[in-house]
């Protein structure tokens, strides 16, 4: 098999197999054996009080913007000027006024359903591939790999002038995959459903064991059997990183949300918040970050329930690119 | 195992079916296999049918055949049982040529051309829209009772005009192709067309909403045009300018004044050599590259630019990487108390929506009313200095990046084993030095190809810039290219900004760009792997 690093150690294997095997390191995991180069004496600062102060430092600055953003959005004034990094008020003003006077409601549902759908299709689009990668051996499977890279590389919006000529046509034949629709949207995402998320995918499949696809067909297994009983089940946490991923990715989206949605409640968040701070900037501010912290919910919720798979996932997938 | 090595066994991959159940068809399958093989195949035939239906009302059978071409190949590839790879990758596979490579080869093949604002379409299309933008009204000129009516929406459908001769009252539909007799119109008293089948007429309040779309809209005639005067009336006007045939030329019948054809440029041209607004697309060879390379002021830009766009992406990759790592070592200590809470807080900022919190930085650099001045107690203009702008820039995306790197240096520093620092220490090396030799060399072979996809990604990362300064500040000297411009964000404006757009131009610079960003990863790629066989 495949050691998750290729190390000339051999202890490396024991370390990828337990990750293979999808309890890897998560994110809240602790380091599990001590790391103690040398000697371990010295004073409690030297050793564990300086990590303090840099943890403390990266939070801060981590923290520093976001505060600034929960402040503005319950700032009673709702201006960028009246905003301090310390909050002044707990008013929920902006966010009274953030759902009568915009559509945000349409926007969230939009755009939290887009992204759910996009995410979760394209995750399985590029499992699909990614077995193919990673399994079978056929011809253009490396310059196949390298152009899912390479495509991705081109600059996206300049393509932007055909996609919508495209859509202009097809909103003409099925207006129900138009503009301003969610399936349209969403179909023209899978477009990149295939790209560094299968990398990320192929060096993680593999990390499984070839031999266990192999037994399993000599006992009569199916391919289909083989990826749907076997593999997928021991590639959650590259699963739900790429799920991950897509999500944020086409949550924040906003090049082509842009063209391709222009009615008012069809927007997503990245188009429809966009809007509110285009014109009116100091004004909509406070209403703006309130918007922003709504925002972040589906996201931070979806981080956190996955949390567990993101590093062992991250990092294995990359180990073999 | 390397994926060299492996590349090598061949077609060891491939499964070996068991005998007798070759053959084409649904045969041996287990039953629910075979469910699920009828169940989508009968959805692909369903969707094909549903998707044929507009195309054969709209009698579009070059996209028909490619449809059913399609719906045959995906057909084959299922039902077929020797080929395992396709069946996974033709889902994918499809969504990628329909959305990214065709878009793609069409930007390619504008960049040949002078494809954009004057130059959209044929050279008819040209010669119809001088024509029909030169009518002018004379003192005979016909005038109609008009009504405005569209199809669609009332707010954005195409509109047609709905007139009435006055004489005859005969009741005529006209839009930009042409005139022709409305047939099941409802014409009131005073000659107006109040109702006509499959058409929305416009109130008065959603005509005003598009007076703008009313004014432009020109319906050709034998002689002129018919153009509204406000929104009951319309007048048949003469056209001033004529394309006569016979010099390949347009000339105006009042100044006779003539413009030549210019089959290179796509153009009108008079003698002076001053070309009408409306032209028509043409193809232009290599001269949009070759306008990247000669023109002097572009040259001394294009250099300038892309010196900066290669320090953003790399500023941006390793600043991120090399804080993400330290702070992942120094986090990576078994005693630390609050370690989780600590990296929760820490890789926040990914999780925040990065548009919103890009507008949100923007606004924090405000030179009035901004956070960071507020907090510093100066009132630097940080998007008002070229060198300020940039690091404002990059500081934005190190912050929206370096919880990303940290994540994935942690995620790396725990699968490397610690034996193996342990035993460089028996040996007595220095911790810097088993970091320096084991540990980092461990690092980049995991993170190098997250490295080199993040610095394509900010080679092109347009929202950095386009949500930030906009490429500003713009020197009085050149107002075309800001101090922050990208080559990304500058094709941007060359393709849809107020100039006008020039799509072919921008699309030669998109293929220059990905050239740049194509080649250097392929060398980092080749590097890796090395870097990989000698590990």
């Keep these: ?321 | 195992m390397s994926t060299a090595t492996r590349e090598a066994t061949g077609p060891a991959g491939q499964p070996t079916r068991p005998s007798g159940k070759g053959g084409w068809g649904l045969s041996g399958s287990s039953p629910l296999a075979l469910a699920a093989k009828v169940v989508l195949l009968g959805m692909v035939a369903a969707i094909t049918v549903w998707m044929a239906m507009p195309l054969i009302a709209t009698q579009s059978w070059v996209l028909l055949a490619l449809l059913l071409l399609s719906a045959l190949a995906i057909f084959v590839v299922y039902l077929q049982p020797r080929y395992i790879p396709p069946k996974y990758l033709v889902p994918g596979v499809i969504f990628l040529l329909l959305f990214q490579v065709f878009p793609v080869l069409f930007t390619v093949s504008t960049a040949f051309t002078n494809f954009g604002d004057g130059h959209r379409g044929s050279k008819e299309e040209a010669i119809t829209a001088i024509e029909s933008s030169s009518v002018k009204r004379v003192k005979d000129s016909a005038t109609y009772s008009l009504s405005i009516a569209t199809k669609g929406d009332p707010a954005t459908g195409d509109l047609v005009f709905l007139l009435t001769d006055p004489k005859s009252k005969e009741a005529l539909i006209g839009d930009a192709t042409g005139i022709k007799p409305l047939e099941g119109a409802e014409v009131s008293s005073l000659g107006r067309v109040t109702a006509a089948e499959g058409y929305t007429i416009l109130n008065a309040g959603q005509a005003s909403t598009r007076s703008k779309d009313i004014s432009n809209l020109s319906v050709p005639t034998d002689t002129g045009a018919i153009r509204a005067q406000g929104i009951s009336r319309a007048y048949e006007g003469v056209k001033a300018r004529a394309y006569d045939k016979a010099c390949d030329c347009i000339k105006d019948t009042t100044t006779g004044a003539t413009w030549k054809a210019d089959g290179d440029r796509g153009s009108f041209v008079n003698d002076k050599g001053e070309a009408l607004s409306q032209g028509w697309r043409v193809n232009v060879g290599a001269g949009n590259f070759t306008r990247v390379f000669q023109d002097k002021t572009l040259q001394t830009h294009f250099l300038s630019m892309l010196a900066w766009n290669f320090f953003f992406a790399l500023a941006v990759v390793f600043g991120t990487f090399a804080v993400g790592l330290a702070i992942a070592l120094a986090l990576h200590h078994p005693r630390l108390k609050g370690l989780k809470i600590y990296r929760i807080l820490i890789v926040l900022p990914y999780a925040m929506p990065a548009f919103a919190m890009m507008l949100v930085w923007r606004d924090m650099f405000n030179q009035d009313f901004g956070l960071i001045n507020q907090l510093t107690g100066a009132s630097t203009n940080w998007f008002g200095n070229p060198w300020l702008a940039k690091l404002a820039v990059i500081i934005i995306q190190f912050w929206l990046g370096y919880p990303y790197m940290f994540l994935v240096t942690t995620g790396a520093l725990q699968s490397i084993p610690t034996d193996l620092t342990e035993a460089a220490g028996v040996d007595g090396a220095s911790k810097f030095f088993s970091f320096r030799t084991i540990t980092l060399p461990l690092l980049f072979v995991a993170t190098a190809p997250l490295l080199i996809s993040s610095f394509a990604f900010n080679f092109n990362n347009f929202n950095a810039i386009g949500f930030t300064t906009e490429g500003g500040p713009f020197p009085p000297e050149s107002p075309q290219v800001g101090g922050t411009d990208l080559l990304i964000s500058y094709t941007y404006r060359l393709a849809f900004g107020a100039g006008g757009a020039q799509y072919g131009f921008a699309a030669a610079m998109s293929l220059l760009i990905f050239l740049i960003v194509a080649i250097i990863s392929i060398i980092s790629f080749r590097r890796t792997a090395a870097l990989e066989e000698i590990n």
């Design chain 1, 1 to 321: 098999m495949s050691s998750g690093m290729p190390t000339p150690a051999t202890g490396a294997a024991g370390a990828a197999d337990g990750r293979a095997l999808g309890d890897g390191p998560g994110l809240l995991d602790t380091p599990k054996q001590p790391v103690q180069l040398g000697s371990a004496q010295g004073s409690w600062f030297s050793q564990v009080g300086w990590r303090h102060i840099v943890a403390l430092l990266a939070v801060a600055f981590s923290l520093f913007p976001i505060i600034f953003v929960i402040s503005a959005a319950f700032n009673p004034q709702g201006t960028l000027s009246s905003t301090t990094l310390i909050p002044t008020g707990a008013s929920t003003e902006n966010f009274t006024g953030l759902l009568e006077r915009t559509a945000f409601k349409h926007w969230f549902i939009n755009s939290v359903v887009i992204a759910a759908v996009a995410g979760a299709l394209s995750m399985f689009l590029s499992a699909l591939a990614a077995y193919a990668f990673s399994r079978y051996r056929f011809k253009g499977r490396r310059p196949g790999l390298m152009f899912l890279l390479l495509v991705q590389m081109f600059p996206q919006f300049l393509a932007m002038v055909t996609i919508y000529i495209m859509f202009t046509r097809i909103t003409e034949l099925y207006p129900s995959l138009g503009f301003n629709t969610w399936w349209g949207l969403i179909i023209l995402y899978m477009g990149g459903a295939l790209g560094v998320n299968t990398w990320l995918m192929k060096g993680f499949f593999d990390t499984i064991p070839k031999d266990l696809d192999e037994s399993a067909k000599v006992d009569g297994a199916t391919h289909t059997q083989v990826f749907f009983g076997i593999i997928l089940p021991l590639v959650t946490p590259i699963l739900a990183v790429v799920g991950l991923l897509s999500f944020i990715g086409t949550i924040n989206e906003f090049l082509i949300a842009n063209i391709f949605l222009t009615e008012g409640n069809s927007k997503t968040l990245a188009v429809g918040l966009f809007g509110l701070v285009a014109g009116e900037r100091n004004n909509n501010f406070g209403i703006f970050a309130a918007g922003t912290l709504l925002t972040a919910i589906p996201t931070v919720a979806l981080f956190f329930a996955l949390q567990k798979y993101i590093v062992g996932g991250l990092t294995a997938g990359a180990v073999k690119g």
